[in-house]
């Protein structure tokens, strides 16, 4: 294992004199890993700014982990435990202590657990602020195997899929000095998402890598692409599956790698072979020279890393367009290999799933996961499609659900269909929700917590991320009576009774990394911890599959009753399934679009993030706006057939004249009643959650792709 | 001799993440409303026939000749022996002369304490050995400081001749 350049911290605080206290830890304003110097002046947060010694991004930071010190001390953050003390959502509450609201709490799961069982509770989070080990340990002590979080359709539906088909979730490897990046679905360089930073691709490519982009939108990166492919949203499996048939019949691919190393070769020719440049130009609408083009530049330069995001993943077909990724890594030989797309280890410490005790959940619980039947490859990771539970609060069936528990999420905003998740969070018998600020979900809660963020608690950052590093994040300063979720799932299991759990959260951590040799007090003064970094394991080991190979022919999917060879299926709501709503519905909706300063619901009440961008924005072409006598700037009313929303017009060239692409996450934290306008402009009141739009293997929702219709709005917000 | 010290974009390299502002804002404690670095995003244009998104970032020059100095009727603007032109907050009337005579259109009015204010460069940090915020957060490290023949060095003869187009 290497442990972290142990960078003297007397260097750091004479380079940054002045600043009284200068802490090395880990920013979380997103999905986190970037290495940061925390000025302290009077027990007060004075600066955030990079660590130049940090690897992963080298003392640059983005606009919402500088601004974080707004958040921290904004005078709208929640800082005691409060009761409600009216109507659920009329916005009243009292204030209580720690223990009225834990116990509170456990009482209302004792009775849930007693008269329905313990699946009757739900245990929810968002993107999760890395308590996702703890919120599942309390999960699996409960006895409960329904939890939901963003990960079907973000991220852990990429990390089942590679589990599945080549044994782990392979990443884009900088370090290994990439020569072309396929940039597929993702705007890094303004999210930084998950084990990457823009900072690692920038540099690729200024040291020269070539770059394909596939993007509906016209990015920084588009425009700067060698080839940018504007694909039609929702065929990207269908793109992917042409890029390979290129690839094969140019006899592009690497023949010894596909000798040895891949399972059901001859079935994968056949498929792919079904993706001639003719049929995926007329689904992807990308002209055949363009994907020709690609397939060629990928599979010809060497080596050739693939670094692809969550827009690809949130809907029908999240499943098979992840594995189509990796498969095209793999035939080129760019799987497992430096510069391509390679596997890292965390170091040799418990995973999320041995910390979260996922083997304590007796075998006849785990058979009551909502959805298992029908999602088996969620099913496989513990992964629960939210929509099952809203239809189990709302109908009772296949159970009640009488009781959740929502940590750093707010899905009123940020799941399909908000009309059905209000109502189903309405009618839940019990909720209790924790958060920095009360938001349209937390309104509805019957007990709300004040959260911790990651400068107010010690723990271990990039736990759940492949890129093998490990981050300490240090306590800092203390909020008002905030606690860190870590704190509140390590009480909550104790008052339950529940054995398993640390004599405190340090405690916990230390458990975490006791097969390291190590403890959280060795640790916590470390920039960071990172496993080896090793090449062409396969070589010695093979992939940790049924066959030992990468499987193009999936035996697992296959055992599970799914077409074991990736396929491109229409979108529910597309020109080519519903013809017959285009006359009312002509265009295609993109719904996800990043902003900088924004993480999905949060940070509109930021005032540096907020004031550059203060309104939610709807991307035009000039075409089609001046069809509607939609200027730059107007208010726009978006309609789908399960409601109506209003963005403000960007009148763009960069996107295709048949397409609208609105943002999501919006919510108005400035309007003073509950609802804080949730409904005027949140892209979820338009999706839709109906099953047969989902993956059918991971359960995938489909937030990203719909039809619509535009007009200019009269009113103003 | 104290050498002349820059600040250079290369705009054609910057991605509109912002982090050059609210490192800037962070830095100088700047309220909402007043930004000393500026991130424009351009609408999308052709250049040799491929679709581009680009932005445009603004920022004090740091003028060979500042019409801002010449401008301040109370002398409250100076340009240091490094080039560096600085407003003193306890000088400035207020009367936004600069703001006016300001070519690059960057001196911001702060009405809270009624002066003229502007990028710094950051000097407190030049004087412990650190980048400006800016050039320290930028991801794509696509802004530049150090003297001209440095940042000549990183980007090319060309666009610090440009620079130095600007600023005379």
């Known amino acids: 294992m290497t442990r972290g350049i142990d960078s003297d911290r007397d260097r750091v605080s004479e380079k940054l004199k002045g600043a009284e206290e200068v802490i090395r830890s880990n920013c979380r304003g997103c999905h986190g890993g970037c290495g940061v110097l925390v000025h302290v002046k009077n027990g007060t947060i004075t600066k955030i700014e990079g660590d130049p010694d940090f690897p992963t991004n080298r003392g640059t930071m983005c606009s919402k982990g500088l601004a974080f010190k707004q958040l921290v001390y904004h005078p709208d953050r929640l800082k005691h435990p409060l009761r409600r003390a009216g109507k659920k959502g009329e916005g009243k509450w009292e204030r209580i202590s720690w223990d009225e609201a834990l116990d509170t709490i456990i009482s209302k799961l004792k009775q849930v657990k007693s008269e329905n069982g313990a699946e009757s509770i739900v245990m929810a989070q968002g993107t999760s602020r890395e308590y996702e080990s703890f919120l599942s340990r309390f999960a699996s002590l409960l006895g409960t195997p329904n939890v939901i979080g963003a990960g079907h359709m973000c991220y852990l539906s990429r990390v089942a899929i590679s589990l599945v088909v080549c044994g782990r979730l392979p990443i884009a490897d900088y370090d290994g000095n990439p020569q072309c990046i396929v940039v597929w679905g993702n705007n890094v360089v303004w999210t930084n998402p998950d084990e990457y930073t823009g900072e690692n691709l920038m540099r690729a490519l ?60 001859d079935e994968f020719v056949d498929r792919a072979g079904e993706y001639s440049l003719e049929r995926v130009e007329e689904i992807t609408w990308v002209p055949k020279e363009k994907i020709q083009q690609a397939a060629r530049l990928y599979a010809r330069t060497k080596p050739a890393a693939i670094q692809w995001g969550v827009a690809i993943e949130q809907g029908r077909n999240c499943t098979d367009t992840n594995r189509t990724l990796i498969y095209l890594a793999a035939i080129t030989g760019n799987l497992d290999a430096p510069g391509g797309n390679a596997f890292f280890l965390p170091p040799p410490m418990q995973t999320i799933s041995q910390f979260a005790l996922h083997d304590k959940l007796p075998a006849q619980q785990r058979a009551k996961l909502l959805g298992g039947d029908t999602f088996k490859l969620a099913a496989r990771i513990d992964m629960v499609t939210p929509k099952m539970v809203w239809n189990a609060i709302l109908t009772g069936r296949p159970y009640p659900i009488r009781a959740m528990l929502i940590h750093g999420s707010n899905p009123v905003v940020t799941r399909a269909n ?94 975490i990394l006791a097969p390291a040799g190590l403890t959280w007090r060795e640790i916590r003064d470390k920039p960071y911890l990172r496993g080896p970094v090793e090449y062409h394991k396969h070589e010695k080991k093979g992939f940790s599959t049924p066959t030992g190979k990468v499987e193009l022919y999936s035996t697992v999917l296959e055992g599970w009753g799914y077409d074991p060879l990736p396929q491109h299926h229409e979108v529910p709501e597309s ?143 | 001799m104290v050498e002349e010290r820059t600040l250079v974009v290369d705009s054609a390299a910057c991605v509109g993440c912002l982090a050059c502002e609210i490192a800037c804002k962070q830095e100088n404690d700047l309220p909402v409303g007043s930004s000393w670095i500026r991130v424009h995003q351009d609408a999308p244009y052709d250049e040799e026939g491929r679709p581009q998104t680009r932005y445009l970032v603004t920022h004090c020059m740091h003028c060979r000749r500042p019409r801002c100095m010449e401008a301040c009727p109370e002398d409250a603007i100076t340009k240091r022996e490094d080039g560096v032109v600085l407003i003193d907050a306890q000088a400035c009337s207020g009367c936004m002369m600069c703001i006016e005579a300001c070519p690059f259109g960057v001196i911001r009015f702060d009405d809270e304490r009624g002066v003229a204010q502007k990028c710094t460069l950051c000097v407190e940090r030049l004087a412990d050995g650190l980048q400006p915020a800016c050039v320290a957060a930028c991801l794509s490290h696509c802004i530049h400081s150090g003297t001209p023949a440095e940042v000549a060095e990183k980007i090319g003869e060309s666009r610090v001749r440009l620079w130095y187009k600007s600023i005379v």
């Open chain 1, 575 to 717: 020109p080519v399934s519903r013809p017959d709503m285009l006359e009312e519905y002509p265009y295609i909706l993109i719904t996800g679009a990043r902003t900088p300063v924004f993480y999905h619901s949060e940070h509109r009440q930021i005032p540096w993030l907020r004031e550059q961008h203060p309104d939610p924005i709807v991307e035009i072409h000039p075409e089609a706006a001046k069809k509607h006598a939609i200027n730059e700037g107007d208010w726009v009313r978006i309609e789908t057939p399960r409601g109506s929303i209003r963005q403000r017009a960007r009148v763009t060239a960069g996107i295709d004249p048949r397409v609208v692409a609105i943002q999501h996450g919006w919510w108005f934290p400035e309007v003073n009643t509950p609802d804080h306008g949730w409904t005027v402009s949140n892209s979820n009141v338009l999706t839709e959650n109906d099953l047969e739009g989902h993956d059918p293997a991971v359960g995938a929702t489909n937030l990203r792709v719909l039809l619509c219709r535009i007009a200019r709005a009269e009113e103003a917000r």
């Open chain 1, 206 to 265: 200024s040291n020269g890598a070539k770059l394909i982009v596939v993007d509906p939108r016209l990015t920084y990166l588009a425009g700067r692409a060698d080839i940018w492919i504007q694909i039609r949203p929702g065929t990207d499996t269908a793109l992917a599956l042409g890029m390979a048939n290129v690839i094969i019949e140019e006899k592009l691919f690497d023949e010894e790698f596909v000798s040895k190393y891949v399972h059901g070769w």
């Open chain 1, 418 to 511: 908000a009309q059905e998740v209000y109502r189903a969070l309405s009618e839940v018998e019990f909720l209790s929700v924790s958060d920095f600020f009360m938001t349209p979900t937390a309104e509805l809660a019957d007990i709300v917590l004040p959260a911790a963020t990651w400068l107010e608690a010690d723990y271990l950052g990039g736990f759940f991320l492949r890129s093998g590093y490990i981050f300490p994040r240090r306590k800092i300063v203390q909020i008002g009576e905030c606690w860190s979720d870590f704190k509140m799932f390590h009480e909550l299991g104790k008052r339950m009774g529940q054995e398993g759990w640390g004599e405190n959260v340090e405690a916990d951590l230390d458990g």
